[in-house]
């Protein structure tokens, strides 16, 4: 008797207030546990630079097996069967199926998922020919997005040559020939959308901002062309001058052989002191060096018709030159000519005169002069340097 009325006890229900009670406890068990947990911020969404790694895993777009068993989950290959096998859809099922993938991307501003389903689609090849179109133009308007504006003009016309009544895709293709200045072609599209809806302002609008630009583009082509002839000009001016006046040019066997890409200074910094002609006087590019010091100077412009003397004047004193030794009376001048011997020169005679001189060779456009001081060490040092 005793035990059947403990067990009478023990199962008797529990009143309101123990049930309230308990669950409250369980609750702030509850909250304990989810509190204890180590908090960590999300890191599962797909990063930019890796988009294309973490498509090819989602079970849709994976084109090989995610495990070295090479079996695929029963998800997995479920959802691919159903959706992207060719034994189980049709080429137009298929393209279709991605389509429908890129207006899904598309719709929440995934534009390059968007424009891998659209391609997917493409590469089925079906022959439907509205949905090629709507995949072409679709894929257009993600590279708009995009801002890629070529490939979104070039989608546009594709999808055009399968239905050239698409008047979504000819607008986005007079949108994108413009962005990327071929203003006829804009122009040409515009005028087709115009055939059907004569009175549409955007479209207006955008044919008029294309015939202005085009009057610029067509007015600074005209400015480039007349700008490179007289550049041309000039340069056939400077070498007819170089080849009338005897001046042997290295690197050139004959006249037909000379041009200005041999004229051109190495000096780093002065290829834009090339030899140019101003009023019929040629003007050189000129090189001093000092062996004694390692030193250099470089005058950009030396005209052809005034004395070395004058630019050497000019050059003098050298802040380097603490003993004075380098003044116009107190020093030589060589050049080393095609005979590859040193050749002393008369600074007093002018520049053109000098570029004729017997043996002188002009290399890499640039005349180049050694200025040493007459009579001393480092000038015996550097004629016995050619013995």
Known sequence: MTEEKCDTEAKKPMTGEERLALCQKLDQELDDFINSLERKRYTEGWPEDRWQEEMDKHPFFMKSSPNANGELSPLAEGLAKLKYDPEENTVLELANNYKEDGNFNFKHKNYRLAILGYTE?????????????????????????????????FDSERAL????????????????????AQYNKCIEHC???????PKDKEVIDLLNTAKKKLMFQERDQRKKERSEAKS????????????????KISNCDDEEDIDLSKLEPSLPGAQDSIVH?????LKWPVLFLYPEYQMTDFVKACPENVPLLNQLQQLFPAPWDVD?????????????????????IDPKKILGDLLK?????????????FILPRGSQIECRFLESYI
């Open 161 to 180: 040559s399968f239905n050239p009544g698409h008047s979504k895709a000819r607008l986005r293709a007079a949108k994108s020939a413009l962005e990327v």
């Open 357 to 369: 001189t017997k043996y002188f060779e002009l290399k890499a456009g640039t005349p180049a002069f």
């Open 191 to 197: 005028q087709k959308l115009l055939d059907t809806e």
């Open 277 to 281: 002609i101003d009023n019929g006087i």
């Open 232 to 247: 041309l000009e000039q340069k056939e001016g400077v070498i007819k001058a170089i080849i009338d006046r005897g001046i």
């Open 121 to 153: 689609g493409i590469k089925q090849k079906c022959d439907n020919i509205e949905i090629n179109a709507s995949l072409y133009n679709n894929r257009a308007a993600a590279q708009w997005h995009l801002k890629n504006y070529r490939s979104a003009l």
């Open 324 to 344: 004075n030794k380098y003044t116009v009376d107190r020093v030589n001048v060589y050049f080393e000519g095609y005979d590859k011997m040193p050749h002393v």
